[in-house]
């Protein structure tokens, strides 16, 4: 039997924290799952309830969810791109760092920034100052720097940006990297020969540095650099493309994560809906859905 580590971004709450997360990762089928520690926008963080975190990895451990599969994501306010709030990046960083050590997690996913004028090469370099004033010797963390599309002024599109990052950082064993489909579709990578972005990635990067990938179809066309995800199989990137990703050889170990749109209903007003039980699903059948998006709101009409 095929070796699948498949979840998706889950909530995070103030009531149930680690154990919630858990909980709605098991009721899509999940065997892996993503958190925020708190909004992304912005910096407000309630504190950890040691009682939840214990729950929370012990609920892991019985439904043989791997708590080094798991994904903490960074939120995106952190700019380390940006030398304009250094103090606050690397502040805010650190404070991310204990909170996913705390939640006995080891991998933070994180955005390299966007260098909002300041030119490619200046942001490169911010943000490998951030990373090495952020990480400490002890640490028992992964920060894994996700591959962006080029939207804007986004630094690390391609594999040579993330190279030179890592290169950068002194304590180069807690540096990781996540890809992201949709992002490296956008940015110009072709996955519809994913074994030869493959080799360029193992070339350049190597791959003992990729943690995790982010799997979403995209919206846009390759090269568009819009970043904007698609539900599974119903993008540019398309069902074949995922799955062949998904299921390769080289990647059986990494864990596969879904942050796909929700769903709206026409008939309930400003409430969207996750797809990820019907996606992974899916994955788990190899078998695409062309209904996917009517199956997903009719489930929801009938809860």
């Known amino acids: 039997m095929e070796k699948l580590i498949i979840g998706s971004h889950v909530s995070f709450t103030k009531g149930s924290q680690l154990v919630g997360s858990v909980k709605e990762a098991l009721s899509y089928g999940a065997n892996t ?17 040691e009682k939840l975190t214990e729950e929370g990895l012990k609920l892991m451990a019985n439904n043989n969810i791997d708590k080094n599969n798991v994904i903490v994501h ?8 940006n030398n304009k709030n250094l103090d606050f990046n690397v502040s805010f960083l650190k404070q991310e760092i204990d909170r996913v050590q705390k939640l006995g997690l080891s991998k933070l996913v994180m ?23 952020s990480l400490k010797e002890t640490d028992n963390i992964i920060i894994c720097i996700e591959t962006m599309a080029g939207k804007g002024t986004e630094i690390g599109f391609n594999f040579e940006q993330i190279r030179e990052i890592i290169n950068g950082v002194h304590l180069k064993d807690k540096i ?27 070339e350049i990067i190597g791959l003992d540095k990729l943690m995790c990938i982010h799997i979403n179809d995209s919206k846009n066309v390759i090269s ?12 540019t990137i398309g069902f ?32 969207l809906f996750p797809p990820y039980k019907f996606e992974i699903e899916m994955i788990k059948n190899k078998k695409f859905n062309s209904n996917l998006l009517n199956d ?8």
Do not use: W
């Open 176 to 202: 990781g990297v996540c890809l992201d489909t949709c992002h490296i579709n956008d940015a110009g990578y072709n996955l519809s020969y994913f074994d030869e972005v493959l080799s360029e990635f193992e």
């Open 33 to 49: 799952l993503m958190l925020y520690t708190g909004a992304p926008q912005n910096s407000n963080r309630l504190p950890l309830n």
């Open 296 to 303: 997903i709101r009719d489930y929801y009409k009938n809860l």
């Open 224 to 235: 568009a650099h819009k970043d904007r995800h698609d539900n599974f199989g119903l993008g």
């Open 74 to 81: 960074a939120p995106y306010i952190i700019n380390p791109s």
């Open 111 to 133: 955005h390299p920034g966007s260098h909002v004028g300041l030119g490619i090469e200046e942001g490169i370099k911010n943000t490998i100052e951030v990373l090495n004033l």
């Open 240 to 271: 074949e493309n995922l799955i062949s990703i998904i299921y390769h050889d080289k990647l059986k170990d990494i864990p596969k994560i879904l942050e796909t749109p929700y769903v709206g209903l026409e008939d309930i007003k400003d409430r």
